[in-house]
């Protein structure tokens, strides 16, 4: 059974930095893609970011491009989302996602497989 499990949320104040990290069990990732959303309070899940299998391709949301970096590393199976100078419309449930082996690097909900239960993220302002 594959697993996603999230970890690095919490509250912060505006401008502070925060790094997310997922951690997959249950198959490899190192020929996926992976990628992360958020889904805020009244919104819908939205795309942040996305890294191809090898890294060399990288997809980010124009709201975060500069200040989010998404990066994976192949030999623990994990995927990282480092988030600086955060703001309050960052505040959202942040989840972690798979592809399927050689698919498409995407930015839809429906470009991923399996999904982590989500981490909270809380910035105040």
């Known amino acids: 059974q594959v ?3 999230e970890s690095g949320g919490g509250l912060v104040q505006a401008g502070a930095s925060l790094r ?3 951690a997959a069990s249950g198959r490899t990732f190192s020929s996926a893609a992976m990628a992360w959303f958020r889904h805020a309070p009244g919104k ?7 890294i191809n299998w090898g890294g060399g391709a990288i997809y980010a949301a124009d709201s975060v491009r500069g200040r989010f970096t998404i990066s ?5 199976n994990t995927v990282a989302l480092q988030m600086n100078n955060l703001n309050s419309e960052d505040t959202a449930v942040y989840y972690c996602a798979g592809a399927g082996n050689w698919r498409r690097l995407g930015k839809s909900v429906n470009d991923y497989d ?3 239960q989500g981490t909270q993220v809380t910035v105040s302002s």
């Open 3 to 5: 697993h996603l499990v």
């Open 20 to 22: 997310l990290s997922c």
């Open 44 to 50: 819908e899940r939205d795309f942040v970011a996305a």
């Open 72 to 76: 994976r590393d192949n030999v623990k």
């Open 114 to 116: 399996y999904w982590g």
